[in-house]
Nanobody, 124 residues
Framework: QVQYLVQSGGGSVQTGGSMRLSCDFSKYPYSRYCMAWFRQDTGMGREGVAAIEYDGTTNYIDSVKGRFTISKDNAKNILYLQMNSLKPEDTGMYYC?????????????????WGQGTQVTVSS
């Protein structure tokens, strides 16, 4: 089975620190897609954190606005999530996702393809 989205980055950081996640989508064969980052804490559902549409429009959940930046390098086929001023509540497994969003960018069932996930732990 082809892994279309391959993530890197993640790890542990103290409160107030920064971290960048990457998602290589060079094997993703489709066009005009939306890409997003989700996170999932233990026992919880996946929460949409940020998304970037095909035209470059970005969306964020309120809790990360001003701290996180989603971006995409179309030449390198890499999606990024720059996370600054990290808080313990940002802890979780982070996933990149791609798909054709019909209704809401923050709904996980709008996305067809997922990265393998990477753990982000923010300690106080």
């Amino acid at each position: 089975q082809v892994q279309y989205l391959v993530q890197s980055g993640g790890g542990s950081v103290q409160t107030g620190g920064s971290m960048r996640l990457s998602c290589d989508f060079s094997k993703y064969p489709y066009s005009r897609y939306c890409m997003a980052w989700f996170r999932q804490d233990t026992g919880m559902g996946r929460e949409g954190v940020a998304a970037i549409e095909y035209d470059g429009t970005t969306n964020y959940i309120d809790s990360v606005k001003g701290r996180f930046t989603i971006s995409k390098d179309n030449a390198k086929n890499i999606l990024y999530l720059q996370m600054n001023s990290l808080k313990p509540e940002d802890t979780g497994m982070y996933y990149c996702a791609a798909g054709w969003v019909a209704n809401s960018w923050s709904r996980s069932n709008e996305y067809n393809y997922w990265g393998q996930g990477t753990q982000v732990t923010v300690s106080s």
